[in-house]
Structures are given as C-alpha cells and as structure tokens.
C-alpha cells in the first residue's frame, strides 16, 4: 500500500528517506510514533489539520467556483431552454387548434349560406313556375269565358227569334182555327191580341 | 496491518510542503479531494455538454441532481434562497462523491476527517452568519429571541437558542463524520473476519459465510449512507440559510 512510505516520512521528516520500508511498517502499525500527535486516532492527529484545510479550500473553492460560473448556468440553460420549447409548442398547438375551429366554423357557415342560396333559389324557381302557371291558366280561362259569353249571346239571339216566331206561328194557327169553327172572318189584330194575352 | 481496521483514515504524504513551520503536504486526503472535484466536475461538465432537447441518460442524472437541489432549497428557504444554489449543490455533490468514491477498496475518504466535514460545516455556518448581519444587521439576532415567549422565559430561551446555533457546527459536521468512520470501520471489521476465519480450514471457510454475507450487505448500507449523508448535509444547510434569510421565525 502507498500510504507506508508517506507515513514514514511524517514519522520522522528528516531521517524518513534513509528508513527502510519494512523498518516503518511495524511502527505505523502501532501507532505509537506519530508526528507530534503521538499515536492519536488519525481524524484527531492535529498535525495534519493545516494541510487538510489548505487543499479542502483549494479544491473546494476551485469546484465551487467551476459549478458557479460554467456548470449551473449551463444546466439551468438547459433546463430553461427546454421549459421555453415546451411552452411554446404548447401555444403552437392551441393556435393551430383554435386556427382549426376558425376553419371548421367558417365551413359551416359557408355551408349554411349555401345551403340557404340553394334553398332560395328553388323558392324562386318554384315561384316562377306558380306564377307563369296562374298566368296561363287566367289567360285560358279568360278564353273560355269570353267563349261562353259569345255563345250566351248566339242562344239568346236564337231563343229571341223562335220567341218572335212562337207568336207569329200562334196567330196563324189561331185565325185558322177560327175560321174552321165557321165563326167567319176575325179582324187578324184582334187575334194577335188575344194571343198576346194568352201568351203571358 | 491488514485487519487494523483504523488504517484506512491514516493520512500519508505524497509530496511534501512546509510553509512557516506548519505541514502543508500534498497528501493522500488532497490527492482523494482532487479526485472528488474532478469526478464530479467532469461528470456534470461533459454529460450536460451536448445541451441536449431532450437528455440522454447521463445528462439526466446531472439535471435530476441540479432540480434535486433546487427544489430542496426552494422548499426550506424560498425563492430568496437561490441566491445560495451554487454553495449548497457544490457541498452537496462535493460530499455525495466523496462519500461514493471513499467505498472502493483502497481510497481514502475525504469525509471521514472531523476537519474537513468541520471546515465544511463551519462555512454553512459562517455563511449563515456573515449573510445574516448583512441582510438584517442586528436584526438577524431576533433568530434567538423567539415570538410569544412569556417575559420571565426570554433569557432562558435565548441561552437555549443560542446554544443550539453554536452546536449547529458540530452537530453538522459529526453528523457526516461519525457515519463514514463508523461505516468504514464496520465495513473493515467485517471483511477482516472473512480473511481471519478462512485461515482456520474448511470450518473456517464456512464460517467466514456470514461475515461475508454481511460485508455484501453492510457495502449495499453505505451506499445508502452516502447519499443520505450528503442529503442531509445539504437539507440542514438549506434550513440554516433560511434563518439568515428568515430570522423572525
């Protein structure tokens, strides 16, 4: 072990060197010789205090300093840089997201207005259609009314004659019944009033 | 020399330096410090160095460690607290590795020396102390004059409190130095009872089992122990700079 030779040197700085290996074995061994603190415990052998404490502050002060100004910084870098990236893919995502919704709403709106283009667009049409329909079917039945009308006239016309006939007719048949009875001859004014008369 | 199981925290010399008459040798503690630091430094330098989005696995472990602290001081001390992050992760890695690296057969730990975990703690402590005044000037001295203690008790309880801040120190540095030394030497004892027992014949063979058994598990122990340590280390030092952010309770 490595820690022989250095015991021995402590033992006795001066003569350390001339010592034998195996000579300083058996005294590190029973601790009864030891640099100033004689044969203490070693974590209590005062002697080695101002060397502990020197190079605890050297490497110490040393790695505090090292983690301080390149180690720390770097590390809370990291560790913010990913927080950074974290957060901003998070309001990516809920802009991308509410882009979508922006998208989804104005397809449905659009949707809706077509589908009330569409629907005016038959209302029209089937507007247009009644109308034209009304239109023809008054003009028809101004037609047939006007029809009607003429042929009203033509039977009245044609009863008006008959009627006139009716009456001639009648006084003929009268004047020769009369005649054929032998009441002699009968003035043909007076026939024709009596069958006025008759006649109404 | 093998079964004397305080071997191990004997500090040896590796390069000699006497300045003023007191002993600044570079030795095999110092040598086990650096090695701490670098260990530590180049792990959180190099798995943190290709920034990852997203980490690899050894990165990770260097930001679980960074949050792991952080969220500790954050919890004790508050937001204010972070102004102490650096100081706090460094003691906690520096005693976290120390700790690890001391329970591979053949290294020496750092932290089984009162000395250093008493150096350590006395800086939380001096930090405490020194921030303290700064921040509060005297008012950092309401920290042993607690509210709502009935007049006759006040000075009774202050020689409490301060008796208990000026403990902290001890309490803090025993703490982590005791559960090395002990560990260690259980540790040691133990598998010298492997190699003592196994010189007795096939009887002795059987019988080292259990000792080995132990030393399997005792390892496993101190692995715990480790990290406790240094968890703890850290979580009271969090707690300590509270008071010197916090001292009105």
């Given at each position: 072990m490595f820690v022989t030779p250095g015991y021995a040197e402590e033992v006795a700085p001066a003569a350390g060197e001339a010592q034998t290996d195996a000579g300083t074995a058996a005294h590190t061994e029973t601790g009864a010789e030891h640099g100033g603190g004689g044969g203490l415990f070693p974590p209590f052998d005062s002697s080695t205090y101002p060397s502990q404490l020197l190079w605890l502050a050297i490497t110490f002060g040393l790695f505090y300093l090292f983690l301080k100004n390149v180690v720390l910084p770097r590390v809370g870098g990291i560790l913010e840089v990913r927080r950074d990236r974290i957060a901003g893919d998070l309001d990516q995502a809920a802009r991308m997201k509410s882009e979508a919704d922006a998208a989804v709403a104005a397809y449905e709106q659009e949707l809706a207005e077509a589908k009330a283009r569409a629907n005016a667009i038959g209302q029209d049409a089937r507007d247009a259609a009644k109308a034209e329909a009304e239109a023809k079917r008054k003009e028809v039945e101004a037609g047939l009314d006007q029809k009607l009308s003429a042929a009203e006239t033509r039977i009245a016309t044609i009863k008006a004659n008959a009627m006139k006939e009716v009456g001639s007719i009648a006084e003929d048949t009268a004047a020769a019944i009369v005649q054929a009875l032998g009441a002699g001859k009968v003035d043909k004014a007076d026939i024709a009033a009596a069958v006025k008369a008759a006649g109404k | 020399m093998a079964n004397d199981p305080i071997h191990q925290f004997q500090i040896s010399k590796l390069i000699p330096i006497e300045i003023g008459g007191l002993d600044f040798s570079f030795t095999n503690s110092a040598a086990f410090m650096v090695a701490t630091v670098i260990a530590a430094g180049a792990f959180l330098f190099l798995t943190t160095?290709?920034?990852?989005?997203?980490?690899s696995r050894m990165q990770s472990v260097s930001e679980m460690s960074y949050e792991f602290v952080a969220s500790m001081l954050r919890d004790a001390a508050?937001?204010?607290?972070?102004?102490f992050f650096p100081l706090v992760f460094s003691l906690f890695m520096f005693v976290l590795v120390a700790n690890l690296i001391g329970l591979f057969p053949y290294f020496f730990t750092v932290t089984s020396h009162l000395i250093v975990t008493f150096a350590l703690a006395l800086l939380v402590i001096g930090t405490v102390i020194v921030y303290g005044f700064m921040k509060?000037?005297?008012?950092?001295?309401?920290?042993?004059v607690p509210q709502g203690v009935p007049g006759i008790l006040v000075p009774l309880v202050v020689l409490i409190e301060v008796i208990s801040f000026l403990s902290r120190p001890i309490s803090l540095s025993v703490r982590l130095f005791a559960n090395m030394l002990a560990g260690h030497i259980t540790l040691k004892v133990f598998a010298g009872f492997v190699t003592s027992l196994s010189a007795f014949g096939a009887v002795g063979v059987v019988g080292s089992i259990l000792p080995l058994f132990m030393t399997v598990a005792i390892t496993g122990l101190e692995v715990l122990v480790a990290f406790l340590q240094a968890y703890v280390f850290a979580v009271l030092t969090c707690m300590y700079l509270n008071d010197a952010l916090h001292p009105g309770h």
């Open positions: - | 160095s290709s920034r990852g989005l997203v980490p508050g937001s204010q607290g972070m102004r509060h000037g005297f008012g950092f001295l309401k920290l042993f």
